[in-house]
């Protein structure tokens, strides 16, 4: 799995940073987090292939979050997609993106199905789910966890030593004891359960206990820093936090790795921001621009 | 007076090029031609002050011409933007925009008129006036042209050689006789007419006679060569022309310079277009993003 920045301005973009934007590919298909203006473009000079984008995830719909979708939905139509497309945002989102249909004449031979959702699972799989958590900002605003499901996995090691083979090494694989050779042989003591993967993007919010339990033990945190703690009381008024608020959400939700994100203009160098971070939670960066982390 | 190119792509941006924008700077005011996705954004790199932006002049409704227009129109309010706001584009511009500011929750402190214009004068001034012409494309479509009004200006040597000084100059300036000493001055004789100058804007047009005469003597002719002239056909189909149209037209209209923009991402390297432009007619130059053009 792999997180590429597609943007980590806040409300004005700058020379260096676009309106925010974050793919996460698993693999088979990727994952977008915020459409801010220009996303199309940004995507095109980091290299990903569009088209791998299977679902959008909207925290909400201020313009340095939303405005790229019509051009990436125009950019899709013109490289011929056929696959459908999810896009998930909270409640009105729907309403919103029929009215951009209708205002840029969007019309594409793929379908495009969008979900209202609210505090909960977003989405899921057999391997994960997305869950969402109402977020408090100036407007509706949802917060996103990608989390993978545990998932039991064969010891390889003792089974080659019994020199088991085929079919039953699946049953064990589904936590079915087998019986081979005449002993019975416990699928518990063959198989260790594989602990899966957390990554939390929390990005417009402002500073909240509930914010540390949804990103309880991430492997990631992704977490909006747009100002510096001289700022907090002007942060909170606009609905954001603070470095230092980052760094505490990081380190009371006991995350792995910490990294911030939606710098105010303000900062044209962020590296107070990172070392405001980095004194409550050592394990941070700051994000730019077509930085790519494997997780 | 001097143009920035915003944006020189056409339906997809690159690396190097922005999707449509250019903005013609005439000292106390500048026009925007276009407003691509991302426009706020090139404009901040290109260092020009979004405020001085008092009218938005719009070829047509297709993404990659207007997706930057509710994202400027934000950036001019967080800016705390007071002065009007006028967009000039094709018949539905005005039905378009209402529909965007309600999709994308546009609420602002100043005022936004619309208008809706066709072929004929669409703004004027003491000083200036820009014309439209309805081109030919795959939907409704205007080409612009910025043309400064003659004017009449003191021929200064002459005038001190008299030692005419005061009020009256400007009597003459205004074409009028006046007595000086018990002299009557005429103020043809005084005074001559400077040309103004003309700016032409054709983006996204089948070639067509009727372009000609629209950008009859341009000191600068801006046209769209979006394909070579081996995509004749293709280009046709597709509402564009070619680099050795735009050459065709700017020789045959009797303009000055031409600037040839909008390329087909298949162009990397522009240079075959511009030497497709340039036998048709010698003084052409293509645009790149940023490029700088004093007139």
Redesign the interface.
């Known amino acids: 799995m792999k997180i590429t920045f597609l943007g980590t301005a806040s409300?004005?973009?700058?020379?260096e940073r676009?309106?925010s934007g974050m793919l996460l590919d698993i693999g088979p298909e990727a994952f977008l987090f915020d459409c801010g203006?220009?996303i199309?473009?940004q995507i095109?000079?980091a290299g990903i292939s569009p088209m791998k984008i299977s679902r959008i995830f909207l925290t909400h719909?201020h313009?340095d979050h939303?405005?790229?979708l019509?051009?990436l939905i125009?950019?899709f139509e013109?490289n011929g997609r056929k696959s459908e497309l999810d896009i998930y945002g909270p409640e009105g989102s729907a309403e919103?993106f029929h009215?951009?249909r209708?205002?840029?004449?969007i019309n594409t031979g793929f379908k495009i199905n969008v979900h209202n959702i609210k505090t909960g699972k977003a989405f899921e799989t057999e391997d994960f789910e997305i869950l969402a958590h109402g977020a408090k900002h100036t407007i509706l605003c949802l917060g996103f966890a990608f989390v993978e499901k545990e998932k039991i996995r064969i010891n390889k090691d003792k089974i080659e030593k019994l020199d088991i083979r085929g079919p039953i090494v699946g049953e064990l694989a589904n936590g079915k004891d087998i019986t081979f050779e005449g002993k019975i042989i416990k699928a518990k003591d063959f198989t260790f359960v594989q602990k899966g993967r957390k990554l939390t993007y929390i990005l417009d919010a402002v500073f909240d206990e509930k914010l540390i339990e949804f990103a309880k033990n991430s492997d990631i945190l992704i977490c909006e820093a747009t100002f510096s703690k001289d700022m907090q009381l002007d942060a909170k008024k606009k609905g954001h936090m603070t470095a230092q608020q980052a760094g505490k959400i990081a380190a009371k939700s006991k995350s792995k790795q910490l990294i911030i994100t939606h710098f105010s203009q303000r900062y044209h160098d962020v590296t107070p921001l990172l070392a405001e971070a980095k004194k409550e939670f050592k394990n941070t960066i700051a994000a730019k621009d077509f930085l790519e982390v494997k997780i």
Chains 1, 2 share one sequence.
């Open positions: 409300a004005f973009p700058t020379r676009n309106h203006e220009n199309q473009r095109r000079i719909w313009g939303v405005l790229g019509p051009g125009q950019s013109l919103n009215m951009i209708k205002a840029f004449n």
